[in-house]
């Protein structure tokens, strides 16, 4: 039995899943929308890097359905639930998240990365003992490593291929029944690049991501593929569950800036006069001051908060979590100035229009004309630097763990990654594989974010698309073509 | 001009009380001053004694915002508020928190040269890498070398800024042990302690400004007297440097001119990871201690080096464009 939890963060993540379900629904309907969406999907950059985000997503949703078992039932006692609060995530990484070793060790080693005295045949000897979890099913390591480990490699690796040959079929089936092409025909042209939307760049990605995803995944039963951490817990398992901190602060923390930036710099730019000046003066304030140091300050308030409120919190997770939606509240109650500039802006430009005159003309309030008229106008901005800002908050989630105002401590999160790395790497022999693990984990979604931004910017800022650097192209207008016959 | 920079300076002043107002609200009534006294006094033996002589000590002792012990004006000036704001805007910050760092106001000056220091050539030398870098894409616009310069720039700004700083400092540091890890000296060896930190956060945010600036200067090199020049029969080099990036000056101060102050406080990473006693590292270990009024003045610094620079912007678009004039 269990009981589940929804934590505030999750509450929010779903909310927003359940808010993209809608907006793609209205985008359906929507002609214009629409053709902006697919202008998106035809940038091979954004395609490949959505099958990124998706994965990442799908692992920050899985983490955040969470919940606490019940605990086994003593005599007597009225039911109690673990005080360990788990996700779906952690069920499905058992295997890593339980076997915990002592302290450091190298990626996919079988023993510890420091050495003990031990004591063989009455001599006081310094050797590296075996790993409790890590390779324990081999019983001459020496011999056996390399191939256990190709083996299972090879196997994981081998299952992606074919997952990812699968895929490219349904891709080109779908090619194929679209542009009623042969199956040939379909085929080649999706390898070529030559179809509608480059399916090409997503099917690499994925191929890339299920190969090395599967050699990772059947290592992961019995080795540490990413190492251990000073306290033994697997690296691979702290990255994974960084991601979703990642997406939490990415996501939230711009949506909590559009309700305040939306409406101030529209009422601003739309009534002018004292309202404009107020709403100038409050955003011009909020940015003078420098913003990492109000954040700081606002986390600090937040920390005060929650030590003074102890009890109102079941278990850890409850209160880290509680910290990590402040967090979120507050960069995005520090950070709405910009884009209430860009918004005020745009509004005092359209103004100006004759739609909008007409309406004025028709005698529609002036609520109506901003609700109506302006924000359906400066929609796609929202849109473009809620995207943008995705990407630059997971950057700056990093840099305020570093400083000490980031998410708690105890969740997993890149920044606190990166930071118990940085004391690894002066470590003598370097301790490299956590920061590496962080490395390489916070660039991929980052990189994907960037460039799925990027795709959104140029399809719905067509001032965007004059900045992209243009190659001269050789077969442009015999893609066209293919495609179409 | 003068007129200008008079209300500008007025409108200065208007939005450091709101700095000051809401960084009041934010910790003192969230976090009372008991409070305050007792996370500081520390330890099991906090008696109401010890809390009244601490807040005593740095004048806490009075209502926050309104008085009603007083009589007229006093109503306003005898409260912590009112005191505090008079504090910071002469400049006199008062005591730390803590007992042990003392005077911040003396820190603060103190502190401000090696920021300075550091923080000049940190922000002189991202504009001229970002900037040559833009021009260098843009002599070779519409190539594989533009595409990879791009590409480049969406890699580089897709790291964050710590794996710069602590791979930086292992590979040059630790490794081929060219400069020191970190520290602070004066004289020639400033030059050995600066080099790294310098060089690593041109590096850093020459992704994101390179970009930034290379289409800023492409939507020049569109203009109608960009052909003209060319027609003209000069060099693209000069069409580039003489035309192309005057124009675009103005957009590159706007957005260099931006992060003015974030070199100041941006510097924060750097200042703590090499050790550089500045304004950063003092901050960072204001919020590492949780001292309030350290960290409360920092926020009060920031903010007028903010409007400093946005005003420097302001006259510094005078200098570019001869044509825009301050009235």
């Known amino acids: ?485 | 001009m003068l007129n200008y920079l008079v209300r500008r300076l007025f409108y200065a002043v208007l939005v450091l009380a709101g700095v000051n107002f809401a960084t009041f609200v934010l910790f003192f009534t969230v976090n009372t001053p008991d409070d305050m006294a007792r996370l500081n006094i520390g330890g099991k033996r906090v008696t109401q004694e010890l809390i009244d002589n601490w807040k005593a000590q740095r004048g806490y002792d009075k209502p926050l915002y309104w008085n009603d012990a007083r009589e007229g004006a006093e109503k306003l000036t005898e409260t912590i508020f009112w005191e505090r704001s008079v504090s910071l805007f002469s400049l006199e910050f008062g005591r730390a928190d803590s007992e042990a760092a003392g005077d911040i106001g003396y820190e603060v000056a103190r502190r401000m040269r090696v920021s300075i220091q550091l923080a000049l050539p940190i922000f002189v030398m991202q504009i001229l890498a970002s900037v040559s870098f833009a021009l260098l894409l843009l002599l070779f616009r519409n190539t594989r070398l533009d595409l990879a310069g791009v590409v480049l720039c969406v890699v580089l700004l897709s790291i964050s800024s710590l794996f710069y700083i602590i791979v930086g400092q292992f590979a040059f540091a630790r490794v081929m042990r060219l400069v020191p890890i970190s520290g602070f000296g004066a004289g020639l060896d400033l030059l050995r302690f600066l080099i790294l930190p310098v060089l690593l956060s041109a590096l850093a945010r020459l992704g994101v400004e390179a970009r930034l600036y290379r289409a800023m200067l492409l939507e020049e090199t569109g203009k109608d007297y960009v052909r003209t020049a060319r027609a003209k029969g000069l060099a693209e080099t000069r069409v580039l440097s003489r035309h192309v990036l005057r124009n675009a000056l103005i957009p590159i101060i706007t957005s260099a001119g931006g992060y003015l102050p974030f070199v100041f406080m941006g510097s924060l990473l750097f200042e703590s990871f090499f050790g550089i006693p500045g304004l950063g590292a003092y901050t960072i270990e204001a919020i590492s201690k949780q001292d309030f009024a350290i960290v409360r003045t920092m926020v009060f610094v920031g903010a007028c080096l903010y409007v400093a620079a946005y005003t420097l912007i302001d006259v510094a678009y005078t200098w570019v464009d001869p044509r825009v004039r301050l009235a």
């Open chain 1, 1 to 485: 039995m269990l009981k589940l939890v929804l934590l505030w963060t999750d509450a929010a993540i779903w909310l927003l899943v359940f808010a993209v379900a809608v907006y793609a629904f209205a985008v359906r309907r929507q002609p214009t929308l629409a053709a902006s969406w697919r202008r998106v999907f035809r940038d091979a950059p954004a395609m490949a890097s959505s099958v990124v985000l998706l994965a990442c997503l799908a692992v920050a949703l899985l983490d955040s359905i969470h919940f606490r078992a019940l605990l086994p039932a003593t005599e007597g006692a009225a039911a109690a639930y673990d005080t360990r609060t788990k996700s779906a995530l952690d069920l499905a990484l058992a295997p890593l998240a339980e076997s915990r070793e002592t302290t450091y060790s190298r990626p996919l080693a079988f023993v510890s990365f420091t050495k003990e005295s031990v004591e063989i045949d009455g001599r006081t000897e310094r050797i590296a003992p075996r790993l409790t979890f890590a390779g324990s099913h081999l019983s001459d390591p020496a011999k056996q490593w390399a191939g256990d480990v190709a083996r299972r490699a090879a196997k994981g690796g081998g299952l992606g291929a074919v997952a990812s040959v699968l895929l490219a079929l349904l891709a080109v089936l779908r090619v194929a029944r679209q542009g009623q092409l042969r199956f040939s025909d379909a085929a080649r042209a999706v390898w070529r690049g030559e179809t509608e939307l480059p399916w090409r760049a997503p099917l690499v990605t994925a191929a890339i991501l299920l190969v090395l995803g599967g050699a990772t995944a059947s290592l992961s039963g019995w080795y540490h593929p990413f190492g251990t951490d000073v306290t033994g817990n697997d690296v691979l398992y702290q990255s994974l569950k960084s991601i979703r901190t990642a997406f939490v602060i990415g996501s939230l923390a711009t949506l909590v800036t559009l309700p305040l930036a939306v409406s101030l710099g529209i009422l601003g730019g739309y009534l002018r006069g004292r309202v404009d000046a107020a709403v100038q003066y409050l955003y011009t304030t909020l940015s003078s001051i420098p913003n990492i140091l109000l954040i700081a300050a606002c986390v600090l308030m937040v920390q005060v908060f929650l030590d003074k409120n102890e009890d109102l919190f079941e278990t850890g997770l409850e209160r880290a979590d509680l910290k990590l939606f402040l967090l979120c509240v507050v960069l995005g109650l520090t950070g709405w100035s910009g884009l209430c500039r860009l918004l005020r802006g745009e509004t005092l430009k359209l103004r100006e229009l004759e739609f909008v005159q007409a309406a004025q003309a028709f005698g529609v309030s002036a609520t109506r004309i901003m609700v109506r008229h302006i924000f359906p106008n400066v929609a796609h901005l929202m849109l473009i630097v809620l995207v943008l800002e995705f990407s630059a908050l997971i950057l700056y989630e990093a840099v305020l763990s570093y400083v000490g105002v980031g998410v708690d401590p105890s969740m997993n999160s890149f920044g606190g990654m990166i930071n118990l790395g940085r004391s690894e790497m002066s470590r003598d022999p370097v301790v490299w594989w956590s920061l590496t693990s962080a490395f390489v984990f916070m660039f991929s979604l980052v990189l994907a974010a960037n460039l799925f931004a990027d795709g959104v910017r140029d399809a719905f800022d067509p001032r965007a698309r004059a900045f992209r650097p243009r190659v001269p192209q050789r077969k442009l207008a015999a893609a066209a073509g293919a495609a179409q016959s």
